[in-house]
């Protein structure tokens, strides 16, 4: 495939190209690197809490006695109240309010209260950047956009990366490699980017937009705005009755005997205006799921439309699932996780070709080494922090990221970069042998065993490319 441009339109876009790569790389890393781990969530959180009993069958009668139980223990009941329901892919049942969550027992009775400090903070560093989260997911969503700006340049500044697409030149000049990889990862791996790039930019812009259309299409109601996307809230008044879950989950198997149900949220908890949504996946469809509605006593209200409704309110409840793979099973999260760390890759080896092209060694060169190359030993050492000690895994986290850079201040990049990797392999050597003193058994099974092989062969990894590594 051969086509030109005009020299000057190619210069243009290789030049804004290369600016907007050196500004939002950084970022861009870690916003990469967080998400390509934050695909495996479910199995994260699992491996936190090992302890916690997998199943699928549960009793919907022991689970309503259990919850009513709960909310009239002199808990604080949040306006929503929720219960994720256990499934193939999250075979675990719980019960949250916005700030507490409990396991629940297969026989129904209330568990532990759970405790996933890392996964949360890890996924708060993919959406949020650790930074308030009205200002994050904007920022974060940001960088989506940008994304989307880097891919399409990208391809306009370097008309041969198609024919290029299978040129992997390794071991020259330190510009020709990285460029090879970059541009090599980036050809392979651009549909996904490019899939990445757009729904990550609409988690945070969709909120800045309804301002703007409920004005256009509702006189300004934002609320008739969210009502025609959501579905307007159920008007009910009824007695303060205990919630009846079980005749809403009995009730599921004729109403959608398809649909494989897993969460209940309970709107309005507490109010006599109270009530139930089910969500449900559908086999074949990409959206997140079907909301069915109940009132508190269980009747039935309706469904939500989503999986039958207009194109554009199907496509904005398929945006989480695009977005994090959560779609097929673990055969897409592994996907995902593959082309996340290319696009990791992608987002370094960026900034790796600036930094060559400039022609001399100095702290940038330093201090990007010991950012890149200290992520992971500060995801590690925060994992380690979240299992075993008192300390916030968030804080822990940039602790080691700006002892990472301050290490690389003192010495040279190959150096820092040797030192990194083997502090790496130690950390997530670390990471396996922590989590099984604690949990013994419990850290051989189900995801916590995934977990632990995965940072097992990391480290191993790690290991052997700090060995071979030049320190000089």
Request: a negative charge; glycine letters at 8%; charged letters at 15%.
């Given at each position: 495939m051969k086509f030109s441009l005009p020299s000057g339109f190619v210069k243009r876009s290789l030049a804004s190209h290369s600016w907007l790569g050196l500004?939002?790389?950084?970022?861009?890393?870690?916003?990469?690197?967080?998400?390509?781990?934050?695909?495996?969530?479910?199995?994260?959180?699992?491996?936190?809490?090992?302890?916690?009993?997998?199943?699928?069958?549960?009793?919907?009668?022991?689970?309503?006695?259990?919850?009513?139980?709960?909310?009239?223990?002199?808990?604080?009941?949040?306006?929503?109240?929720?219960?994720?329901?256990?499934?193939?892919?999250?075979?675990?049942?719980?019960?949250?309010?916005?700030?507490?969550?409990?396991?629940?027992?297969?026989?129904?009775?209330?568990?532990?209260?759970?405790?996933?400090?890392?996964?949360?903070?890890?996924?708060?560093?993919?959406?949020?950047?650790?930074?308030?989260?009205?200002?994050?997911?904007?920022?974060?969503?940001?960088?989506?956009?940008?994304?989307?700006?880097?891919?399409v340049s990208g391809f306009f500044a370097h008309p041969r990366i198609l024919k290029d697409a299978f040129n992997l030149r390794l071991g020259g000049s330190r510009q020709l490699e990285q460029t090879d990889i970059h541009n090599r990862?980036?050809?392979?791996?651009?549909?996904?980017?490019?899939?990445?790039?757009?729904?990550?930019?609409?988690?945070?812009?969709?909120?800045?937009?309804?301002?703007?259309?409920?004005?256009?299409?509702?006189?300004?109601?934002?609320?008739?705005?969210?009502?025609?996307?959501?579905?307007?809230?159920?008007?009910?008044?009824?007695?303060?009755?205990?919630?009846?879950?079980?005749?809403?989950?009995?009730?599921?198997?004729?109403?959608?005997?398809?649909?494989?149900?897993?969460?209940?949220?309970?709107?309005?908890?507490?109010?006599?205006?109270?009530?139930?949504?089910?969500?449900?996946?559908?086999?074949?469809?990409?959206?997140?799921?079907?909301?069915?509605?109940?009132?508190?006593?269980g009747n039935y209200l309706g469904p939500a439309g989503f999986a039958d409704g207009e194109a554009g309110q199907q496509v904005i409840f398929s945006v989480y699932q695009a977005h994090f793979g959560q779609f097929g099973g673990m055969l897409s999260k592994v996907f995902y996780g593959i082309f996340g760390l290319a696009l990791s890759v992608v987002s370094v080896t960026g900034i790796n070709i600036w930094l060559a092209k400039r022609g001399k060694k100095d702290v940038i060169n330093r201090l990007w080494s010991g950012f890149v190359w200290g992520a992971p030993v500060a995801l590690a050492l925060s994992a380690i922090a979240a299992l075993a000690l008192p300390l916030s895994p968030a804080g822990c986290f940039w602790a080691v990221m700006a002892a990472a850079a301050g290490l690389s201040l003192f010495m040279n990049q190959d150096r820092t970069v040797r030192i990194l990797m083997l502090a790496s392999a130690a950390a997530l050597a670390g990471v396996a042998l922590c989590h099984a003193i604690l949990f013994g058994a419990y850290?051989?099974?189900?995801?916590?065993?995934?977990?632990?092989?995965?940072?097992?062969?990391l480290a191993a990894g790690f290991l052997a490319a700090g060995l071979t590594r030049k320190a000089a």
């Open positions: 500004m939002t790389g950084a970022l861009m890393y870690l916003i990469c690197l967080s998400g390509t781990l934050a695909v495996f969530g479910q199995e994260l959180q699992q491996w936190e809490q090992p302890r916690g009993d997998t199943f699928t069958e549960f009793d919907p009668q022991a689970l309503e006695t259990t919850y009513n139980e709960l909310t009239a223990s002199g808990v604080e009941v949040t306006h929503h109240m929720f219960v994720m329901l256990p499934t193939e892919k999250r075979p675990r049942l719980t019960i949250s309010s916005e700030n507490q969550t409990w396991l629940v027992h297969p026989d129904g009775t209330l568990g532990a209260e759970v405790a996933h400090e890392w996964t949360d903070m890890l996924v708060n560093l993919h959406l949020y950047l650790h930074l308030p989260r009205n200002i994050g997911m904007i920022f974060v969503s940001a960088f989506g956009a940008i994304l989307c700006g880097l891919i990862l980036s050809v392979w791996s651009a549909p996904f980017h490019l899939v990445i790039a757009v729904t990550g930019a609409f988690f945070g812009f969709f909120g800045l937009v309804m301002g703007p259309l409920s004005q256009t299409y509702f006189d300004g109601d934002r609320t008739q705005a969210m009502a025609a996307l959501y579905g307007a809230e159920p008007a009910l008044a009824q007695d303060m009755e205990p919630v009846g879950l079980s005749a809403a989950l009995t009730r599921m198997d004729e109403i959608a005997p398809q649909a494989e149900p897993f969460y209940l949220t309970i709107e309005d908890a507490g109010t006599p205006q109270q009530y139930m949504i089910i969500g449900a996946t559908h086999p074949g469809r990409l959206i997140y799921a079907e909301q069915y509605r109940f009132d508190a006593a850290a051989a099974q189900d995801a916590a065993l995934a977990v632990n092989l995965a940072a097992v062969l």
